[in-house]
Every structure is written in structure tokens, then in C-alpha cells.
């Protein structure tokens, strides 16, 4: 993890707009932490206890940290003579960058990550990212459920110290800009959009016309306010959980990613389990998956109505054909660059025939 001091003010997202600290005091604060023992090379210890640490970067009332406490409870429940579990909410560790480096490295057990993330530490992780992957968001489920598709790629990363355990659904990402209606790519143009730190996001905007500003999720609600981009793109949540809503006023549902989130876990814990423990974890991951989706499908309403009513915020339903069009290249430039995703894509473009293509909802 980089601990050096940053000194911009950042936000933690999930906690009040008005709640703000240092990073160089964040970064103080994790310093200690790290001295304590929570983010040393050593994995924890209460007693005779195995300390289990889970990081994330959603708030404590995110589906996310919903389904992790849920782990929590029905881990300790069936083992907790040996193990503890601790979920570290609001980017309490660090970014999702630096959580799925301390993960490799065993100073956490698991965290949260986008799969856009994941695609710097895998290249294969690209396949997610693809802009219009899906026609609908049951073609996007059907596949992710399929482990004949993603056990592949989620065992890759081995050797990188780290194995995926399940996916969290994100929802669709959309354009969202503090105050220019985003109807068509053409409306991109000169605005800044935060993206996530990922090539692919980043050749995805420059398609669409717009100039990518990568940057971790916990910076972008201080970037918006203080307009240093025009707009950013999420799923609904990021407009109420993260207050990015109380800034941005347009919400467009031109749907261009359906871009999963990944719960990984550091192999040399994993591989460390007895073969009754692993199972037992095993069930523990299909709960999170499950309540994640469940918790999500009523957060996503909750958020559509209270961005509405209390921010303010207008949805748009734009036609995305044109955002279609503009993007479909890379599926090929990033299919010709790395020729092993290539089976997957036609596997998901099978699952795609099944499904019908719908517009914003
Ligand atoms: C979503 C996603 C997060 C991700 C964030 C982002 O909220 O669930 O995992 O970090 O988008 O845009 O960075």
C-alpha cells in the first residue's frame, strides 16, 4: 500500500458530504494500523483465533456490506471456534487497488473489487469490461452464474497470489454530469468523465468522444464538487450512497457496461483451509452472492426514487444505438490483442441470442 501523504482533501465515500479528512491523516491513521499488526505480512491472530479481514469500499448500508456481514455471522456461526471475520466498509483499508494488492500479499484475506480493476493485475479480467458485453442484464446474470464460463478466469490469478471467490452485481453504468444532458455521444464532447483505472474504460470514453479522467472511486465526489470533471459514470447507488447525486443532475441510461464486482481471496489462505472448512466457506460465498443480488435489486430502486425526489437528479432515456456504435470496436481491437478471451466472448455471445436488447429503463 502507498502510504505516502497525499495532501488533497478526499472523501470517504459512503459517509456524509459534509464529512471530509486529510489523506495525509487517512493515510497517518492507516500507518498505525499497519504498525499494529492489521496490515503487516503476518495474517492475524485473536488468541487461538484466525482473524479473517474483508475489505471493501462501499458504505455500511451498501448491498456489499450487507452480504459481507452476512459471511460474517454465518462464518462465525459454523467456525467460529477458529476463525474471526472483520469487514473493513468505506475504503477503510485503502482503495480497491491497494486492498487487492494487500490481499496478494496476505496481509488481508479478501476484499472487493471491480473487475475493472482486476483487469491491471489480469489481463483476462478485459472481458467484463467490454463496453455492450450483454443485450440485458439476464443475459449478464445467466452468464456470470455459468462457472463453466467464469471458473477460468477466476482460478488465473493464482499465481498472482490471489483467487476469485464470486461476483457482486454493480448494476449498469451510465453517464451521470453535473450539468450538460448526456442524449448522445456527441453530447461527450469536451467533458471530463471519471472512469475507472482501467485501458479499457479509458479507450471506451475516448470512442464515445469524451475525455477520460481515471481516478479511484473515493476521489470522485470531491472532483465533481470542485469541477475537476463534468460527470462520471455508475450505477445508480453512486448518486445517493456516495452523494454524487447532490452534485450531478442528469442521469442517462445509455447502459454501456454491466461490470461485475469481484470478491477475491488470498490463495495461500484459501489453499491453507481443511477440506470441511473450504466447504463451509464455499457456502459462505454463494450467501454473499445471494443477498448481494437480492439487496441490490431493492437498494437500485430506493436509490432511482430518493435521487429523484430528494436530489433532484433528472433521468434521461437516451437511444443507445449510437453509444453502441460508437463503442463496438473495441470488442474487436481487444479481442485481436488478446486472442485468449476469445472463447468466453463467444460463449456470452451465444447466451446474447437467448436474451432480448432493451433501452434504459
Ligand atoms: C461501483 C462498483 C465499485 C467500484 C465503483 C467505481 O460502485 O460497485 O466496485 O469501485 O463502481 O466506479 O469505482
Keep these: 500500500m502507498k502510504l505516502d501523504s497525499i495532501t488533497v482533501k478526499c472523501r470517504i ?3 456524509p458530504a459534509g464529512h471530509r479528512i486529510r489523506r495525509s491523516i487517512w493515510c497517518a491513521f492507516m500507518a498505525v494500523m499497519v504498525s499494529a499488526g492489521l496490515c503487516g ?43 474471526e471475520v472483520e469487514v473493513y466498509p468505506s475504503e477503510l483499508l485503502g482503495s480497491q487497488t491497494d486492498m487487492v494488492q494487500l490481499t496478494q500479499t496476505g496481509a488481508i484475506d479478501f476484499c472487493v473489487a471491480s473487475n475493472a480493476i482486476l483487469e491491471t493485475f ?51 453504468r451510465n453517464f451521470y454530469t453535473v450539468s450538460v444532458p448526456v442524449e448522445h455521444p456527441a453530447d461527450l464532447k469536451g467533458l471530463k468523465i471519471r472512469v475507472q483505472q482501467s485501458p479499457t474504460n479509458v479507450e471506451m470514453m475516448r470512442l464515445l468522444g469524451g475525455s477520460a479522467t ?32 447532490d452534485v450531478c443532475k442528469y442521469y442517462s441510461y445509455d447502459m454501456h457496461q454491466m461490470v461485475p464486482d469481484i470478491l477475491i481471496g488470498n490463495y495461500e489462505f484459501l489453499s491453507s483451509l481443511s477440506d470441511t472448512e473450504r466447504e463451509i466457506f464455499e457456502e459462505g460465498f454463494k450467501l454473499v452472492n445471494e443477498i448481494e ?9 430506493e436509490a432511482k ?5 430528494v436530489q433532484g437528479v433528472e433521468f434521461l432515456y437516451p437511444k443507445k444505438q449510437p453509444f ?14 488478446n486472442p485468449e478471451i476469445r472463447p468466453v466472448y463467444d460463449a456470452i455471445q451465444e447466451y446474447n441470442t437467448r436474451y432480448e436488447e432493451k433501452d434504459g429503463e
Design 214 to 245: 481515471p481516478m479511484g472511486f473515493g476521489d470522485v465526489y470531491t472532483a465533481l464538487q470542485s469541477k475537476i470533471i463534468d460527470g462520471a459514470e455508475n450505477n445508480e447507488l453512486a448518486l445517493t450512497n456516495n452523494g454524487h447525486g
Design 13 to 15: 465515500p459512503g459517509y
Design 122 to 172: 489480469n489481463r483476462n479480467y478485459e472481458i467484463f469490461n467490454l463496453p455492450y458485453l450483454f443485450v440485458n442484464d439476464e443475459a449478464y446474470h445467466a452468464v456470470m452464474d455459468d462457472a463453466d464460463i467464469t471458473d477460468g478466469l477466476f482460478k488465473d490469478t493464482v499465481r498472482a497470489g490471489f483467487e476469485a471467490v464470486t461476483w457482486l452485481d454493480a448494476g449498469t
Design 293 to 301: 443480488r437480492r439487496e441490490w435489486t431493492r437498494a437500485v430502486e
Design 41 to 83: 505480512c503476518s495474517r492475524g491472530f485473536a488468541a487461538d483465533k484466525t482473524i479473517v479481514r474483508i475489505g471493501h469500499n462501499q458504505s455500511g448500508s451498501h448491498p456489499t456490506h450487507i452480504a459481507l456481514t452476512a459471511f460474517e455471522e454465518f462464518i462465525e456461526e459454523r467456525l467460529g471456534s477458529r476463525y
Design 324 to 337: 453502441i456504435d460508437a463503442c463496438l470496436p473495441l470488442h474487436e481491437k481487444i479481442l485481436s490483442e
Design 305 to 309: 426514487d430518493r435521487a429523484r425526489t
